[in-house]
């Protein structure tokens, strides 16, 4: 069984977690670094699926870094822990889809 966590990844500027969703799937998915300000959009890739089971599914900080699934474009994405998920990998719990993410579009100073 995976277990899932909330994504995080680090600012590409100044390297800070402190990183906020800052509009919605409708529009986009910038975010922004609350310590230097930079903005940026991750981007996802398919790079396989989960077929096996999964951990209850965690609630999750609507301002919190997310981002859309390159296979079905839900932002349903999460940290998945398990032996059988290479490091670096996400999981979209709405397909099953395994995906790597790529920060993109990187603004500021």
């Given at each position: 069984?995976?277990?899932?966590?909330?994504?995080?990844?680090?600012?590409?500027?100044?390297g800070?977690?402190?990183v906020?969703?800052?509009?919605?799937?409708?529009?986009?998915?910038?975010?922004?670094?609350?310590?230097?300000?930079?903005?940026?959009?991750?981007?996802?890739?398919?790079?396989?699926?989960?077929?096996?089971?999964?951990?209850?599914?965690?609630?999750?900080?609507?301002?919190?870094?997310?981002?859309?699934?390159?296979?079905?474009?839900?932002?349903?994405?999460f940290?998945?822990?398990?032996?059988?998920?290479?490091?670096?990998?996400?999981?979209?719990?709405?397909?099953?889809?395994?995906?790597?993410?790529?920060?993109?579009?990187?603004?500021?100073?």
């Amino acid at each position: 069984m995976v277990s899932l966590s909330p994504l995080s990844f680090a600012c590409p500027k100044c390297g800070s977690t402190d990183v906020i969703y800052s509009c919605s799937p409708s529009c986009c998915f910038n975010h922004v670094c609350s310590q230097c300000y930079a903005t940026f959009e991750p981007e996802t890739t398919r790079v396989g699926e989960y077929t096996g089971d999964l951990a209850p599914i965690p609630e999750v900080d609507t301002t919190g870094p997310t981002a859309p699934c390159a296979r079905c474009g839900e932002y349903r994405l999460f940290a998945a822990g398990s032996d059988c998920i290479p490091a670096g990998q996400v999981l979209c719990v709405s397909c099953r889809a395994l995906l790597t993410l790529e920060l993109v579009e990187v603004a500021g100073n």
